[in-house]
């Protein structure tokens, strides 16, 4: 899938340069050496997201007026760079106009971390990431849909702080609020439709357990989104925002048909998150020619042996992996698993295990 990659004043790199093994490779190191920014700028290229930061100027390492990450997943040669005009992006030498052409014939990712935890733990925002991250890679429509409500959102919530109400602008806003918020709606409810089974799989997979885990979906909206925002106005502009749509949306968790953040232990949360996890790899496997690339961020010194064991059973044979890692004492435990080439992470420099 990936075969090399290029960083130039990326993070804490000032330039790198690797070969990618095509099963994937263990990245081994102390903490704040760059590993998980190795991971970062490869889900940076594919996808134009970091799991770390929501803008790119922050990925630039200190003094440098920008960075760039180059590769060739799936037999492609993708270039990101960041620069005072902007970012730059080019395919195979030619330049992308936008994020949507760029990522349109792009590649899949499934990020794995201990921040994972949030999907059990924390608020309804990382539970949207997650839906949104996978609804983008399954359908170009809805980064688009997406998109466009975020901005028609910003635009009324504006309008609401204003000291008079422009109901004209106002109304010509929200028209494009219910056109795109409709869109995802619909398109989040089958998202977790399809989700559901995956997850109780894998959740049994890794657990070992008989544990009835349920997702549904909580709409911030009822059937309706026009109906819905002209229910909410006068609540909306006493509290000068928006309180209406799929920016306020939720996914429930429920194990043994309890709350998961409240009833689990946080030996099953952790579970319940990587089942999750693994059930978006298991959809986009499905629903897309290629299969993603999976980074795993340092996870595997929180897991028992069996579950580590079951993780990287249920992981597909063939995908690319990458994995980082502070120390290889869970490898003695790891069974029947065809073992990843080391490659040792040191003072921002990347070597192969002697």
Known sequence: MLTSLRLLNFRCFGSLSLEAPPEGAIFLGDNAQGKTSILEAICTLVRLHSPRSNRFNTLTKISSPGFGVAADPWGQERKIQQTSKGLVLKVDDETRPSRTEYLSDGGLIVWMGNEDLTLIRGPGEAR???????????????????????RALKAKNLLLKEPKLRLPELLAWEDILIEHGTYLTEARRQLIADLSPLTAAAQLDISGKNEALTLSYLPASGPCMRDSILQARQRETATRQSVVGPHRDDLSIRLHGMPASDYASEGQQRTIALALKLAQGDLLNQRCEKTPIYLLDDI???????RRNALLHHLPPHAQKFITTTNLGWLETTKNIRPLP?????????????
């Open 128 to 150: 949207r990431h997650f839906l949104d991250f996978l609804g983008a890679q399954l359908d170009p429509k809805y980064r688009t849909a997406y998109t466009r409500y975020r």
């Open 300 to 306: 595997f010194g929180e897991l028992d042996p069996t």
């Open 342 to 354: 080391v490659l040792e992470v040191s003072e921002n420099s990347v070597t192969p295990r002697a």
